[in-house]
């Protein structure tokens, strides 16, 4: 099967596969891929998810193929359909990052071999939706009615849309914190209110006193027309070592990394800081997507 | 041993690599090379022809290790038998790529691990041809007595001058269609069939009614002075669904790939298109030929 | 434990690792690192330490995972801090290069998984260091009592130093033969000195009748304001065959390679070059120095 959306996950299949996740990683389980490969196709650079997958693959006992379209025949003209139909000659499951939405649903219906969404333009990215609900049940041992704060660039940010509708599956409240001008999709939020009846605030600076979970991501100058209010939004929004005195004691701040400067870096030393854990979270977790897509 | 040219094989040999493939594709064997390791040195970039050697080494246990020139010693100076001596002695074979005609073979000579070539500048590229045949053999269940039509810029194509030997060592019939200008070498030609007794025709536009086999390959416009004949002439071979009404209903079409607009992009899911699995057939060939020149 | 510097490793840590390598080339024991993933992090590129590190970890069973800062989220501005934070989690073991000085001691610092150092600035290169004894030990049966020449631009090659550190600890006679303005350090040689007593001569032009070893190095065009100079001062150091004459009959050439014209290419046939054998030292040595630091 193929992983290109969290939405094409059932609320069971998802349980399924953090369950598995959690046994990898607390060493009770291997998954056994041995002689299987790997292809990563990254048509945008993301070292962090292809490393991340790679070291999956490899804990599995599988090898990895990388394919670099900087040298390849992409820049002859080929095709994307044509790239995908012969690489999936070469390897067993293809993880496919590419800067076009709907392009990894595309090569997945081109081919017969198993295709793991490694990010598609604005669209969707399962795994780290995955890891994000993966790390917050390992931290907080549930999924279920916490209060997560979601912080920053909440417009744009990719994996943000797909983790408001993990936490409105499982039963979680929901704080938006983001500029104006930053917010959500409305029509979005309302789409997976319907579906599973989201309890939701909206905010518009930094406040998250009541959050077991703080989910920060990042604001790029480049959304904002005036430099000096880019500037100023990103000071607003850095959390600072101070403002954690009227958090939770128990608050886990995650963030998908790379982080710039919306964390202090004094906060890394502290023990709310579960961001590097939660990059880590992605190799256990990976390889039971690996598995889930290669058994079926 | 190394595998540098096609002419460099016997006919028996060649016979048995292809057998060895064919074992290997029906999943009836499978070379053990484990704990052995492929050097890949591409001095000039072909992902596709890499990615192919490094799957094959996988698929037979092997580890792989990718020089890559862009970022290496080659940029402070060091000469290309430095660069091979020292990479000798970090792995088990290596497979080669380079601009320059006879750099291979060259390499061959400084070193005593096995060498295979992966293309040399306008000269060999043994493995695409070895695999050109064993998709004929396959496809068509032999290689002797086909009509065989070779299409596109013969004049050019590194691996149509090898196919021709081949196709010629088993006694098939040859066409040749190509724009004036860009046919095959003469003198070529007559070589080998004074070594095989070749049935050769020569045909200036596209043409292939009777034709078994269409090997096409690409034309490329910086052929041409005028960008407008260019054009015309690579619309005039461009092979359309409707050509195809003419043609043996079992017509097999192979291209050694990338393809850009030599085939229309509706023949794709026809049965007479087989580039594709040629293109796969890359993997079992190749790790045919790894333990061939391994094992001596 | 990390390997940072060779001045972290005890007499008796070098000739364990030294043995422990001997044994390794010799067949006559193989780590088992099987199922363990080195990460390469290179933040300066350096293809052969880079393949020979990742040549010594598939040799020992393990996978490698590479770490490209070009393609990378330092371009996001990602610290280092971070980059190496999220890496440790993908691996067991991590081999970085980094163009600063104390880079690498500092990544050491922040994470709990070992670290390798393959060279930060002009300081340290660890691996290279006991290349080059082993080099000696293996080539002339000890590494006491020997008269070593080192030759080219001391004062900016990283490697000599520690090179000069290594032979003073096991009593080795040295010469340095430098072209004025590129003698090695003379404080760091009176702090050699009084560690170890440490017998030094300098000379300013190639000299080398009663070496046993003659190690050269690269002097580079950039170190000169004059263009002819820098011309004049590679030539007049450049050894050529006629100038082994005079030299001992087991004279043995070390050079860390890449050379561009330190050493006229005849000299490659001679028994007396033993730089491309001292390169696949690398293999071994690496192999003991990956075992050394994960066993602790």
Known sequence: MDLISIRDL???????ILDS????EAGKKKPDLHGKILATLFFEPSTRTKLSFQSAAMR??????DFSPETSSL???????DTIKTVEGYADVLAIRHPKEGA???????ISKPVVNGGDGGNQHPTQTLIDLFSIRKIK????QLNVTLMGDLKHARTMRSLVYGLAMFGSNVTLVSPKGLEMDSTYLEEVSKKFGLNVKM????????????YVCRIQAERFADPYEAKSVQAKFMIKKEDLKDAKKDLAILHPLPKINEIENSIDEMPQAQYFKQAHYGVPLRMAVLEHVMKR
């Open 60 to 65: 599995c006992g599988m090898q990895t193929l």
């Open 10 to 16: 059932e609320k069971k299949e998802i349980k399924e």
């Open 203 to 214: 905010k518009d600076k930094p406040e998250y006193a009541d959050a077991d979970v703080l």
């Open 75 to 81: 820049k002859k003209g080929e095709s994307f359909h």
């Open 21 to 24: 996740a959690e046994e990898i």
């Open 104 to 110: 990894v649903r595309l090569a997945a219906d081109v």
């Open 141 to 144: 041992g549930k999924m279920e």
